[in-house]
């Protein structure tokens, strides 16, 4: 049953006037009504291609927190200095209405998957279908002091983009001319696996123009660089000599917030500028859902409809999925489109597609102007039931500022896709 | 067996008893096609700096890939996507992006 001009006037109207404080989004004439919590990549692109592929008939209710969306990829360019975060806040407005997809600016404080419904501070949804795409949670369990608000100014983790980039963008700026910087790098599987380099290299690229004579220490938790490493041990030693001291298994055990100074298992560093980047879990809506069920950190799926594996009529996206594929934004708008489209077809009767294709690429920048890509085609394995990586993916030969135009490419075309 | 995974299954072995026919093919391409929104805009419409795919000749998208993938076009990624897909998913996507129209893509306009 197609739903008619009238009513999707009714539904937009409905979403303003109802945004907050009421929540009791009339039932209308559709096949049925899915909550997308989290506006991020993966939960905007879910919404807007249900809404698309459904050409309207599923109604979408999205509940996100934040007033922008606010891309973290490119934005380590603010601290290499060639950004503004500015450029990389967006508003929701054009997605909204474009699509039809009702919005509720909003926290979810609990998850019943009984009765199927959405608890928020100011009110409740009740759901056919969940998509949970809360992005990441940070773990403090080994790093208690770093667990509370201030110790997060002191020692930012800018690893979702906002203020906290802007944040330590400012510690760099204010940092003594022969000053170190200490980043700390989490165990894999954490969100974006070259960005922690990608943000090496931008702090580097800042220091050499501004504080020739400052250095870099990165502590990285993982036995070596996690993605691209050949590009960035290169790119560093090319166009950073003697800046970056790279040190290997370097797990942090105790973070001084006071002094910056940071333990691990072999040595005590102090740092003038300290970035912590936390180990990570599955956002905190997932954890309400009941759908964290792998070590206690991710979500496990079907990967043909992203549905989880514990709690049925509940779908996860994005960086929240447990996979051997990484957690980078167009992988997430990949899983969203498949989970969209699974929805669809399972609300439509038709059959689901067996066997998924999808696409990954990621761009790391090494200055303000060259990027490399890692991009690899992922296909559905019957057998394995995962998706695997096919033959013919990789990484660029070298960083140039061809792909750092692409990069910029990429970038404009996947906002306008995610938020248009 | 939960009753969800039963529905599931049931629209899976929908795909496999009926042969594969275009609604079928159409589930699989248009997520296919989707995931190439990254770089080449909603439905292959780019907002600027790579090729609109969006109406794009059939013929021209199929030999552009099918030489990216032989290596017989030099590129600096694209070769990377082309070698993960079969010739018949290159024709089927040459076939899907040349029926979407064009239109005017939308630069999402940033806050600052």
């Known amino acids: ?420 | 067996m939960q009753k969800h995974d039963m529905t599931w299954m049931l629209l899976i072995s929908l795909m496999a008893f009926g042969s594969a026919n275009a609604e079928d093919d159409a589930i699989h391409i248009r997520t296919l096609a989707a995931s190439c929104a990254a770089c080449h805009g909603t439905n292959g419409n780019s907002v600027g700096g790579t090729p609109v795919l969006a109406g794009l000749d059939q013929g021209h998208f199929t030999s552009q890939m099918l030489a990216f993938r032989s290596g017989e076009r030099a590129s600096t990624v694209m070769h990377r996507h082309a070698k993960g897909l079969t010739p018949a998913e290159i024709e089927q996507l040459a076939h899907y992006f040349a029926a979407q129209p064009r239109t005017a893509a939308i630069t999402p306009t940033p806050v600052e």
Not at chain 1, 177 to 192: E, H, L
Not at chain 1, 200 to 222: E, T
Not at chain 1, 348 to 354: H, L, T
């Open chain 1, 1 to 420: 049953m197609a739903i008619d001009r009238r009513d999707f006037l009714k539904f937009s109207a409905g979403a303003t006037l109802l945004a907050h404080p009421v929540l009791s989004f009339a039932k209308a004439r559709t096949r049925g009504r899915v909550v997308v919590i989290g506006g991020g990549y993966a939960g905007a692109t879910a919404a807007k291609y249900l809404r698309m592929w459904s050409e309207g008939t599923i109604e979408v209710v999205v509940i996100e927190p934040n007033q922008h969306f606010i891309s973290c990829p490119l934005s380590n360019l603010v601290l290499g200095g060639s950004k503004h975060i500015g450029e990389l806040m967006f508003a929701y407005d054009q997605l909204k209405s474009q699509h039809g997809i009702q919005w509720v600016r909003d926290e979810v404080t609990a998850i019943d998957s009984q009765t199927r419904t959405v608890k928020m501070t100011r009110g409740q949804l009740s759901y056919d279908r969940l998509i949970v795409a809360p992005g990441v949670d940070f773990i403090y369990d080994q790093l208690p002091t770093l667990q509370g608000i201030d110790a997060q100014i002191a020692v930012p983790h800018a690893w979702k983009a906002g203020p906290q980039t802007v944040n330590l963008q400012k510690q760099l700026m204010a940092m003594a001319d022969n000053g170190v910087f200490v980043i700390s790098v989490p165990k894999a599987p954490y969100r974006c696996p070259p960005g922690p380099y990608e943000r090496i290299s931008q702090v580097a690229f800042y220091l050499k123009q501004h504080k020739p004579k400052a250095k870099i220490i990165a502590l990285d938790a993982n036995p070596e660089i996690t993605s691209k490493k050949g590009l960035f041990t290169k790119a560093w030693a090319d166009l950073y000599p003697g800046m970056i001291d790279y040190r290997p298994n370097s797990s942090l055990v105790d973070v001084d917030i006071a002094t910056r100074t940071v333990k691990t298992e072999f040595e005590t560093v102090k740092a003038d500028v300290l970035n912590v980047i936390p180990p990570q879990r599955a956002g905190k809506p997932a954890q309400m859902a009941g759908v964290v069920n792998i070590d206690k950190r991710w979500c496990e799926v079907d990967f043909l409809t992203y549905e989880s594996k514990v709690a049925p009529n509940i779908h996860i996206v994005g960086d929240a999925v447990s996979a051997a594929l990484p957690k980078s934004a167009h992988m997430a708008t990949s899983q969203a489109r498949i989970c969209a489209s699974a929805i669809v077809c399972a609300m439509n009767g038709q059959p689901i597609d067996p066997s998924p294709v999808f696409a990954n690429t990621c761009y790391s920048y090494v200055t303000d102007k060259m990027a490399m890509h890692v991009a690899h085609v992922y296909r559905y394995d019957a057998a394995k039931r995962v998706m695997v990586a096919a033959e013919g993916g990789g990484v660029s030969d070298k960083p140039s500022e061809q792909e750092g135009d692409y990069a910029q490419y990429w970038a404009k075309n996947i906002w306008s896709d995610v938020l248009t």
